[in-house]
């Protein structure tokens, strides 16, 4: 099910090896971010960065501190400081109906043992005590869910009554399906979210009713009609065929695999660009732009702007489409006399075309934010937030204002 992972079935020793980087020169005239700001507040590895809104966000790592930032000019706005051990997840959630409007919610989880839950942005913190959580992501019904271990755990927020500021997080279920240790946890939309563990388990849940839509158990399963050296060759490396994160819009599903990218397009059901080495390292995030357009960031330190581009289908690469069957996406074929019409069904059609490459962090970028109208923030293992600008825009901006001071000021009509 899962062989377009693993670098496609049944293909010669050759074609399975790794593809290779695709590099770019210093004119890279359609990356827009030609400026940059960095901003220092963290003393240790920074993992997390998330939006509030349109012109803030926070950031969080391992030094347990959350700080909330203008995305715009890169002032620090405010600093959280109720851990006493790194941060492990952190999500926003939205105002509860018994709270008002401005009272949104940043939950934290840490190394600590604790969640914390902050409100207000500038008002007090409220503490309560739980197991230890890897990840965290808010579903319907006032929920969030937790990863902890093997353990899903379903928790409802519990806004305080009036003229009190206690919180509450009631333990609502618990799910015990996987096998090993959770390692990535997202919404897929709506209706649905995705965990995936340690040794390859996917499932997918329903948001509502917290029950398996579907799942993969065989990830690690060899598969008795391959090639018995070429599937131990495969299977020594986990962290090539490992899923790290997952985005989509309204066309496409974009995962990154390993040191690699895909693109999976919902319409089409099948894989329509890959590109297997898009960093030297493992991708640990990805997200789609206007444009056609995606970003990934990397252990190797770099984040990378790609093109989805359309190409002349003359010799397309196969590229099995298994891995998305299991979500409903995808076309359970069951006629295997036909391989030339399958061999054209799953050539891809598309690629992904390097069109940036933003080398400012000294270590593994762990993670990054778009804004539409201030640029990209990323986060570093070297302690560092960068927010990257795009160069055009803010000549403008200064330019603009450097007119609006002089006509403020009379200087622009004694210069005529």
Request: proline content about 3%; glycine content about 6%.
């Amino acid at each position: 099910m899962l062989r377009w992972l693993i670098g496609g079935s049944r293909e010669p020793q050759g074609l399975a090896e790794k593809s290779a980087l695709q590099t770019i020169g210093e004119e890279q005239t359609q990356n827009p971010y030609t400026e940059l700001l960095v901003l220092k507040a963290h003393h240790d590895i920074v993992r997390f960065l998330v939006r509030l809104d349109d012109y803030r966000f926070a950031s969080a790592g391992d030094d347990g501190l959350v700080v909330v930032w203008n995305a715009q000019t890169g002032e620090k706005l405010l600093e959280l400081n109720g851990h006493t051990q790194k941060i492990t997840a952190i999500i926003t959630f939205p105002s509860l109906e018994a709270c008002e409007e401005k009272n949104q919610l940043i939950l934290t989880a840490s190394a600590d043992r604790t969640v914390i839950i902050s409100f207000s942005l500038e008002e007090s913190e409220v503490t309560i005590v739980t197991q230890g959580i890897s990840a965290l992501i808010e579903i319907p019904k006032n929920c969030v869910v937790a990863a902890v271990g093997k353990e899903l755990i379903i928790f409802r927020l519990v806004a305080p009554i009036e003229g009190s500021l206690e919180w509450d997080i009631l333990e609502v279920k618990r799910l015990l399906d996987h096998q090993d240790n959770i390692l990535s946890l997202a919404n897929i939309n709506d209706l649905s979210f995705v965990t995936g563990s340690h040794v390859g388990e996917l499932i997918i849940w329903d948001t509502l009713d917290w029950t398996m839509q579907a799942c993969e158990h065989n990830f690690w399963d060899p598969f008795p009609q391959l090639d018995t050296q070429q599937e131990i060759k495969l299977c020594q490396k986990p962290n090539d065929i490992s899923i790290h994160h997952l985005t989509w819009d309204e066309e496409n599903v974009f995962v990154a695999v390993g040191r690699g990218l895909y693109v999976y397009n919902l319409q089409m059901k099948r894989v329509i660009a890959c590109q297997k080495t898009a960093h030297d390292s493992r991708v640990q995030h990805i997200a789609k732009l206007p444009n056609r357009q995606l970003i990934s960031c990397s252990e190797d330190g770099s984040v990378r702007i790609w093109e989805l581009r359309e190409k002349q289908q003359i010799a397309a690469e196969p590229v099995p489409t298994g891995f998305f069957n299991m979500w409903g996406f995808g076309r359970v074929n069951k006629q295997a006399s036909q391989p030339v019409k399958k061999q054209q069904e799953n050539a891809t059609s598309c690629l992904l075309e390097l069109i940036g490459d933003l080398i400012g962090h000294s270590s593994s970028v762990e993670m990054f934010l778009y804004f539409e109208d201030h640029g990209l923030v990323t986060c570093s293992a070297d302690h560092l937030i960068i927010l990257w600008k795009n160069g055009d825009r803010e000549s403008g901006l200064r330019s603009l204002k450097l007119f609006q001071k002089l006509e403020e000021n009379g200087d622009l009509y004694l210069a005529a």
